[in-house]
């Protein structure tokens, strides 16, 4: 028997562990980033600053990183989700280094994808089935008031919803 000889491709490059490339790559194959955040994770790694910006520029050129894109689907994400409206989506955005302008025109985008009231409605259904404004004590409407407020609905929304939520409740027990 013949003894097999190994035979290493020797053209084949090594990794460079100073490029942000492969890493930006990896990043985006998990979610969307907006450009503030994949360029704070990839300099967090340690990159150097010119070869992050120079990464990001050839994710842009590509069309992997897009900021209004993000926006919109992150927006629209936290509003389907009921996980935040109106201010919140704005705050939320600007945190994660949206522009305020792209911030502003997501928002309206997805206001015109998700129902703002039905949100607000089907989130009381699904997190306090059986509060009762017009019965509740005061600490437990302010708890409730609080938490959908936290969540970017306004007052006027949230009274409006809830009473009208007792109305009904009330229509119920008296038929």
């Known amino acids: 028997m013949a003894p097999t000889i190994k035979v290493t491709n020797n053209t084949r490059q090594k990794a460079d562990r100073t490029d942000p490339w492969p890493k930006a790559l990896r990043l985006l194959t998990g979610r969307d980033y907006s450009q ?54 704005l705050l939320d955005l600007r ?16 206001r015109e994808l998700c129902d703002e009231e039905e949100l607000l409605r089907s989130l009381l259904q699904r997190r306090f089935p059986d509060f009762s404004y017009n019965s509740a004590p005061a600490k437990e409407r302010r708890r409730v008031v609080h938490f959908l407020q936290r969540r970017g609905f306004s007052i006027s929304c ?3 919803q809830l ?13």
């Open 36 to 89: 503030v955040e994949l360029r704070r994770r990839l300099l967090d790694k340690g990159f150097a600053a010119t070869r992050v910006d120079d990464a990001l520029q050839r994710c842009l050129e590509l069309g992997y990183l897009d900021d209004a894109r993000y926006a919109l689907n992150r927006a629209t994400s936290l509003m389907t989700r009921g996980r935040a409206v109106g201010p919140r989506i």
């Open 95 to 110: 945190q994660r280094g949206v522009s305020n302008e792209l911030a502003c025109q997501a928002l309206e985008q997805a």
């Open 158 to 160: 949230i009274m409006d």
């Open 163 to 175: 009473t009208r939520k007792g109305l009904e409740t009330d229509d119920e027990n008296h038929h």
